[in-house]
C-alpha cells in the first residue's frame, strides 16, 4: 500500500521561505516520478513541480520558475519542495503525488495515482 505523507506548510509572510517534504513508503521509490501540485480555494488543482524517477529532470509550472526547486532524495524515499519569495498568490493546499507507471515524468494530475493528504501554505501580505 503506497502512502505518501506531507509534512512543512504553514503561516510565513510574503518573501519567506517554506520546505515542504512527502516521505513515501509501500513501493519502490527510487523507480517512480514525483510531482507537487496545489489547490487554492475557489481553483482547480494546478500542477506545480514534478521530478523524474532518478532525479535528473524536473519540470515547472512557470509561476513558479526562479522560486521553487523541487528534489528528491532516493535512499530517504523523500520527495521535497524548497520554496522561496513566496507571494500571497501561493496561498493553497499543497499535495505530492506519485506517477502510477514506473520511469515517467508528467505534469497532468491524471498520470499519478497516489496523493498525500496535503499541507496548508498560507503566504500573507
Known amino acids: 500500500q503506497v502512502q505518501l505523507v506531507e509534512s512543512g506548510g504553514g503561516l510565513v509572510q510574503a518573501g519567506a521561505s517554506l520546505r515542504l517534504s512527502c516521505a513515501a513508503s509501500g513501493r519502490t521509490f527510487s523507480s517512480y516520478g514525483m510531482g507537487w501540485f496545489r489547490q487554492a480555494p475557489g481553483k482547480e488543482r494546478e500542477f506545480v513541480a514534478t521530478?523524474?524517477?532518478?532525479?535528473?529532470?524536473?519540470y515547472y509550472v512557470d509561476s513558479v520558475k526562479g522560486r521553487f526547486t523541487i528534489s528528491r532524495d532516493n535512499a530517504k524515499n523523500t520527495v521535497y519542495l524548497q520554496m522561496n519569495s513566496l507571494k500571497p498568490e501561493d496561498t493553497a493546499v499543497y499535495y505530492c503525488?506519485?506517477?502510477?507507471?514506473?520511469?515517467?515524468?508528467?505534469?497532468?494530475?491524471?498520470?499519478?495515482?497516489?496523493w498525500g493528504q496535503g499541507t496548508q501554505v498560507t503566504v500573507s501580505s
Open positions: 503525488a506519485g506517477q502510477g507507471s514506473p520511469f515517467r515524468t508528467s505534469t497532468s494530475s491524471s498520470e499519478y495515482d497516489y
Open positions: 521530478i523524474s524517477y532518478s532525479g535528473r529532470r524536473t
